[in-house]
């Protein structure tokens, strides 16, 4: 099963930028919609942003207007893109793989800690 590796996360002040990047093991981004997922303590692992395979991204309301997803086929990376951080943007940041294709699984990374304080 394919691995996605995140990293970029760290400790930010408020109304700072952040840059996350998604490391796939080859270039899945036909056949997946890639996402990011956030879970805070406490809480609910919740959407924060999905690129679909063709094209179309998709943010959480909370993040519209302050987050970025992107890809590069030829790194076979994605990224978040956090500008105008807040403090309740803190949480541990996941990485998703979510098949188009019905035999494939869901895949997840590790998670990167991402803090927004002062």
């Known amino acids: 099963q394919g691995q996605l590796v995140e990293s970029g996360g760290g400790l930010v002040q408020p109304g700072g930028s952040l840059r996350l990047s998604c490391a796939a093991d080859?270039?899945?981004?036909?056949?997946?919609?890639m996402g990011w997922y956030r879970q805070a303590p406490g809480k609910q692992r919740e959407l924060v942003a999905v690129?679909?395979?063709?094209?179309?991204?998709r943010y959480a309301v909370s993040v519209q207007g302050r987050f970025i997803i992107s890809r590069d086929s030829a790194k076979n990376r994605v990224y978040l893109q956090m500008s105008s951080l807040k403090p309740e943007d803190t949480a541990v940041y996941y990485c998703?793989?979510?098949?188009?294709?019905?035999?494939?699984?869901?895949?997840w990374g590790q998670g990167t800690q991402v803090t927004v304080s002062s």
């Open positions: 998703n793989a979510d098949p188009v294709l019905p035999w494939d699984s869901v895949r």
């Open positions: 080859g270039n899945i981004f036909d056949i997946f919609d």
């Open positions: 690129l679909s395979h063709d094209g179309h991204t």
